[in-house]
């Protein structure tokens, strides 16, 4: 009996390993994903508006403001 339950928890604590392994690797791919999204952003807030020429030359600020407020929080808590 003792031996049944000395490899039934070896084999929990293998398992647990195994998910600490995979919640690294998960965090780390977390807070590069989420920095990709974020500078992303801030490519696309750089373009200029589509449009006819005036909106051409207007740059969109405000779509650098919400790339900030939206994705900038999310990477700084997944570091």
Known sequence: MLAVSLLASCKGLKQAEEFGKLHEKLETN??????????????KASYPDEGY????????????KK???KFLPVYKKSK
Do not use: Q
């Open 30 to 43: 977390f807070a590069s994903l989420s920095n990709d999204i974020y500078l992303s952003c801030l490519r």
């Open 53 to 64: 020429f005036p909106a051409i030359i207007s740059f969109r600020s405000d779509e650098d």
């Open 67 to 69: 790339c900030k407020e």
